[in-house]
């Protein structure tokens, strides 16, 4: 059987769409190939948003609390009165100021939160995110170099006072532990 022309063009020109129907089938098979990894992320991305939830309101919510309700009123109460005390309560007040407001920061990211940990699409106000991180990290070292030398050194005057503070905290907290995330 011979061919004719017209048979021999619409073979030439029929072969073309094959191999663009396996470069599509390769491109999809590719990124079948990445779903592994890319599952492995979402899981760490869920893992870390629950424990995001969960550290911040089971941890840092009561550790607000703690310097609120044990850590600055008895640092205040055993400041000398005068420039002490008025720094004290200066740094007490702010601190107490950056607690509100990191804990509404926080209230507007949870809800995203939650629905990346129970696997829902979402976005992630990521600027919002950004700075609650900053926010912390700096309410965390205001805190670390102003009030608690401070305080240890206030304390530090009465050693059953230091005793008393440190024992209140530790009942409070005998059964939890922080947990990193991931």
Known sequence: MTSSPTNERQTREALPTFTDCHAGIVGHLDALGELDALLASAARARKIAQQAVEFFDEMILEHHEDEERELFPTVRKHAAAGEERELVDSL??????????????????KPQLARIAAGKDTALDSEATAALIAGYKAHAHFEETRLLPLAAEILGRSDAELARLGYALHIRHATRTAKPFG
Not at 95 to 106: M, V
Request: net charge positive; glycine share 0%.
């Open 92 to 109: 007490c007040d702010r601190l107490t100021a950056d607690h509100r407001s990191l804990e509404k920061q926080w209230r507007a990211i």
